[in-house]
């Protein structure tokens, strides 16, 4: 028989399972009147909120955790509803970014305000429980990430590969070793795909 603490970690993986379910049920809701996948409306979301030069289908395919191929599958259908765009990559001739055109920003805009319903469930908890939620959650969200299981795109900061302050012009004054180019304050802000925390290595 499981003692207290198998008893809890069960309960909290089938909270996370359902929170999983509600989150999925909210995202197949219909945009321009067909449904999105749970992995076209994370599509929707990498296109928003990656920095344009990481936002290339490569990157696509590590954060849903699927081949290139796949990838590939996934978003054509958003380009061919006018919700994605696909331009040439600024530095990479092979490659390119994908960005949300204004249909597809609408169409964020509508699955982030879905998303409320989210936020307003946690919103109830007390400011303690919440950090330690959170908290707890971050662990376990390092945990999956370590074990290879998700990518968690995260701004610069805090990332190993991040040089604050080593850009050599005043409009993009800092450097990734990396991707080795400098990078601006907006850009160094937006989410990266290659974060990798420097509390990791
Ligand atoms: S410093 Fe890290 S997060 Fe920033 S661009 Fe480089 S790899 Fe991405």
Do not use: N, W, Y
Not at 42 to 61: K, S, W
Not at 125 to 142: F, I, K, N, R
Not at 168 to 180: A, F, N, Q, V, Y
């Amino acid at each position: 028989m499981d003692g207290p603490r198998e008893t809890t970690i069960r309960g909290m993986t089938s909270a996370l399972q359902r929170i999983a379910r509600a989150v999925s049920a909210l995202e197949r809701l219909p945009v321009q009147d067909q449904a999105l996948s749970p992995a076209q409306a994370e599509t929707l979301r990498f296109a928003a909120l990656t920095r344009p030069d990481m936002a290339t289908v490569g990157q696509l395919a590590r954060v849903l955790g699927v081949r290139h191929p796949t990838a590939v599958g996934i978003v054509q259908p958003l380009i061919d509803r006018g919700l994605v765009h696909r331009a040439p990559h600024p530095f990479d001739r092979r490659s390119h970014c994908l960005g949300l055109t204004g249909a597809g920003r609408e169409a964020f805009a509508s699955l982030d305000s879905r998303e409320r319903a989210l936020r307003d469930s946690l919103a109830v908890l007390s400011p303690d429980e919440l950090h330690s939620a959170e908290a707890g959650l971050a662990s376990v969200v390092c945990g999956l990430e370590s074990a290879g299981l998700i990518v968690v795109s995260a701004p610069c900061a805090g990332c190993v590969h991040f040089r604050p302050g080593d850009g050599t012009s005043g409009e993009k004054p800092h450097r990734c070793d990396l991707i080795h180019r400098d990078l601006g304050d907006a850009e160094s802000e937006m989410l990266c795909p290659e974060h990798a925390p420097a509390s990791s290595r």
